[in-house]
């Protein structure tokens, strides 16, 4: 991407209405643009992170075996009725069309997934069902302050499981704990896998919990096992580590991923049954496993940046490479930046491409510093002098001159 063609332009002070870290350095850098509190337009820069974002969790939700879908925004009212939750989930965006309908935007999906899945699921012989879909979803959330992190729209990752026991359903549980931490590990975040109540979803849940102090979270820590609880559940029962004994430690975190099995009223409501070998009617055992894509982007920017912008890990980065041209009106190296660019690219490197003119070395730099591409490449009048370029790491302040022919 050539930056002379990005539309979008970095900004040298933070937008006065936000306080959060993750929302003024991606405004600044111009990975998204605030249309109102709690909703974002992702510019292109940020499409790029979310989408690399969305692939990492596609992938680890691929090798663990479920479908791929997409559910419907808008469900029907009597639906939400069904589970009586039209009345009880708080944050959900009630709408009513011309002719008098009424529609809940998705909040959550388990009321259109069971109901899809009564006309394909009858006999044990269709267990297990798994599927899961990344998609758009829609609270009506009173605290929209927190940039990406807690948004009225916002991206998700709602995985859904069915099987014939509770014992199958915990099985898969695991596995899909472990995908998470793949998951993480490949985001370069650390989440401390954390016990909680599971609110109008569920008896109990587990919760995946980034230590930052953005977060609105806050999470019992034991120091000597690793055992965590969120504080909300915690509150007047333990004061110490159930599991060793020792004392708790508070932190605040970001909650990424949570999963849960779901309680029985969902199939009750829906009439999910199954009938077993003798035909036996059960009802179906299910988890929920959500992950919150585009409140992943803003927590990397919470743990990964310094006082100069984002400092992006290399698998989520809008691009590998910001090459930079560095001129003045009589060079001739134009050409030369180009020559570099199309190499590059020609050997499958991602590259943002600063060719603007009339656009002075520092603010070049400025501008890298603050959209944070892992590696810069310099090259100017001095560099090309040497046959070579200037290339430093974002996360590193030493740089080091490359000979031209290695930049690949
Ligand atoms: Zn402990």
Redesign the pocket.
């Known amino acids: 991407m050539r930056q002379s063609e990005l539309f979008t332009k970095t900004l040298r002070e933070n937008p006065a209405d936000e306080a959060a870290i993750n929302a003024r350095l991606l405004i600044r850098a111009g990975f998204i643009h605030k249309l109102q509190a709690g909703v974002y337009t992702y510019l292109p820069l940020g499409l790029r992170v979310l989408t690399k974002i969305e692939h990492i969790v596609r992938e680890e939700m691929n090798a663990i075996g479920p479908s791929e879908m997409l559910m419907p925004a808008l469900h029907p009212k009597e639906m939400w009725e069904k589970t009586g939750r039209w009345d009880s989930f708080d944050a959900l965006f009630r709408l009513q069309s011309k002719e008098g309908s009424h529609y809940a935007l998705g909040a959550t999906h388990e009321e259109v997934l069971y109901s899809l899945l009564t006309h394909y699921i009858a006999s044990y012989n269709d267990l297990p069902v798994k599927v899961y879909q990344i998609q758009t979803k829609f609270r009506d959330e009173p605290r929209a302050k927190s940039g990406l992190l807690r948004g009225r729209e916002f991206r998700m990752k709602d995985l859904y499981s069915f099987h014939a026991s509770d014992r199958e359903r915990d099985d898969y549980y695991k596995k899909v704990t472990e995908a998470y931490q793949r998951i993480f590990e490949r985001l370069g975040l650390t989440a401390v896998e954390t016990q909680a109540t599971g609110g109008t979803f569920s008896d109990r849940s587990l919760e995946f919990q980034v230590l930052s102090q953005a977060g609105e979270d806050t999470v019992a820590l034991?120091s000597?096992?690793g055992?965590a609880a969120n504080k909300e559940l915690k509150e007047g029962r333990e004061e110490t580590?159930p599991?060793?004994g020792?004392g708790f430690t508070e932190e605040r975190a970001i909650e990424i991923g949570n999963i849960f099995p779901l309680k029985e009223t969902f199939a009750r409501a829906f009439g999910l049954h199954f009938k077993d070998e003798k035909g036996k009617d059960h009802v179906v055992s299910a988890g929920c496993y959500g992950f919150g894509t585009s409140r992943a982007m803003g927590t990397i920017v919470e743990i990964h940046h310094d006082e100069k912008g984002i400092i992006w890990p290399e698998n989520v980065a809008p691009y590998q490479v910001h090459l930079i041209e560095i001129k003045n009106q009589k060079s001739k190296i134009k050409n030369v930046g180009d020559k570099i660019y199309k190499e590059l690219t020609g050997v499958g490197k991602e590259v943002l491409y600063d060719d603007r003119e009339a656009v002075s070395a520092g603010e070049k730099f400025a501008d890298a510093d603050l959209i944070g591409i892992p590696t810069r490449v310099v090259i100017s009048e001095a560099t090309l002098a040497q046959n070579a370029a200037e290339v430093k790491q974002r996360n590193q302040t030493n740089a080091t001159l490359v000979p031209l022919k290695k930049l690949r």
């Open positions: 034991c000597k096992c055992y580590c599991q060793c020792s």
